[in-house]
């Protein structure tokens, strides 16, 4: 196994730079796959979604300071074109980001790549109601068991803020499950 010091070092190279770039393929595919697909929800936007920001690290790995792990760096960049993608769909669509995840949402069930249930299905829709960090937040911790420590650093937010943000989802959560 690689560290990532070796890595980056790899990635940063002209002659390792290709072979590099397929371990991280190899490495971050799956979980930046799951991290964007609770953002878009939509598996074929989540692939545009997982191509765009791999394509952003490759072209943007000598920028990479190593000021935080090199995964937080890749999640930060996964947010940012997942957000971009709702975002330039609404305004494609004419119509507000929230619509936009909605008509995702309301698709999820005749998605062949939704392995979800009537339960898991309403929960989607709960966390869609949250404004966009609650939702960032919830789905990191939540599906993808960050800990603070990492979602701070991807989001660059301090994990007291992150505690609450965290807190109030999950409260909304429980009420929307409980009214609906």
């Avoid at 595919?29 to 936007?45: C, S």
């Avoid at 997942?82 to 929230?98: D, F, G, H, M, V």
């Avoid at 789905?139 to 603070?148: C, P, T, V």
């Avoid at 650093?153 to 301090?158: D, G, K, Y």
Wanted: glycine share 2%; hydrophobic share 40%; no cysteine.
């Amino acid at each position: 196994m690689i560290d990532e010091v070796q890595l980056i070092e790899q990635l940063k190279s002209e002659s390792h730079k290709e072979q590099a770039f397929r371990t991280l393929i190899t490495l971050y595919k799956e979980r930046l796959y799951w991290h964007i697909r609770n953002i878009v929800k939509d598996h074929d936007d989540t692939d545009d979604v997982l191509q765009n920001t791999f394509i952003k690290v490759y072209k943007n790995i000598h920028n990479f300071k190593g000021d935080s792990k090199l995964f937080s760096w890749m999640y930060r960049i996964a947010t940012n074109e997942s957000i971009s993608y709702i975002n330039q769909n609404a305004k494609k669509l004419q119509t507000t980001n929230e619509e936009v995840q909605l008509l995702a949402l309301n698709n999820l069930s005749s998605d062949v790549y939704f392995e979800g249930d009537a339960i898991q299905l309403k929960l989607q829709k709960a966390i869609a109601t949250l404004p966009e960090k609650q939702q960032l937040v919830f789905n990191m911790k939540y599906f993808q068991e960050l800990k603070y420590s990492e979602i701070s650093e991807i989001l660059e937010t301090s994990e007291g803020a992150l505690k609450a943000s965290y807190h109030i989802a999950v409260k909304k959560i429980e009420a929307y499950l409980i009214e609906n």
